[in-house]
């Protein structure tokens, strides 16, 4: 069964760092894109980074150059390292596991909620 | 990247169809056959209803259907029930290894 963990949200202060974790069961995080997917408090779905299977990596403009999106296969999980945090970033974080086909995202984790107080 | 425009609610009676409306552009939605669909029940990860357009994941029922002419895809829900109240968001590949989420279409059973 295919399960997706997050973990490392929490209050930050505007301008920090802090590394999001998604640790994945029943498959490998190197088999299909894995992508990182946030929703601000009562707004809609955001996509924010991918990360292939060969490994390239790909972000939305709003955080490019301030997230990382990295995966540790002997972990078996996958990565968000967010730095010069700003309040717009605060959401709800979904790490998503993408379909074989059809560039759409198949599983879901339940979310980590990050919070940037200014 | 602009979200993809859709209608803020949409509601029917049980047993009634309800289509929601996805709008994009044509370096989206018009672009690909690259259309998605979410559903999200409150305080819940979103679910994947439909992919490529008009697929269903397995498990899925087929009272979900999608459909898509030109920069606007649709989901249609028929014969409504109960768990289907929730809010759905469409999806579409954006080019250049990015994707697009729509504004989100609250739908509520009567």
């Known amino acids: 069964e295919v399960q997706l963990v997050e973990s490392g949200g929490g209050l930050i202060q505007s301008g920090g760092s802090l590394r999001l974790s998604c640790a994945a069961s029943?498959?490998?995080?190197?088999?299909?894109?894995m992508s990182w997917v946030r929703q601000a408090p009562g707004k809609g779905l955001e996509w924010v980074s991918v990360?292939?299977?060969?490994?390239?990596?790909y972000y939305a403009d709003s955080v490019k150059g301030r997230f990382t999106i990295s995966r540790d296969n002997s972990k078996n999980t996958l990565y968000l390292h967010m730095n010069s945090l700003r309040d717009e970033d605060t959401a709800v974080y979904y790490c998503?596991?993408?379909?074989?086909?059809?560039?759409?995202?198949?599983?879901w984790g339940q979310g980590t909620l990050v919070t940037v107080a200014s | 990247q602009s979200a993809l425009t859709q209608p803020p609610s949409a509601s029917g009676s049980p047993g009634q169809s309800v289509t929601i409306s996805c709008t994009g552009t044509s370096s989206d939605v018009g672009g690909y056959n690259y259309v998605s669909w979410y559903q999200q029940h409150p305080g819940k990860a979103p679910k994947l209803m439909i992919y490529e357009v008009n697929k269903r994941p397995s498990g899925v029922p087929d009272r979900f259907s999608g459909s898509k002419s030109g920069n606007t895809a649709s989901l249609t829900v028929s014969g409504l029930q109960a768990e289907d109240e929730a809010d759905y968001y469409c999806s579409a590949y954006a080019g250049r290894n990015t994707w697009v989420f729509g504004t989100g279409t609250r739908v509520t059973v009567l």
């Open positions: 998503a596991k993408g379909t074989n086909s059809g560039l759409a995202f198949e599983y």
């Open positions: 990360i292939y299977i060969g490994g390239s990596t």
């Open positions: 029943g498959f490998t995080v190197t088999s299909n894109y």
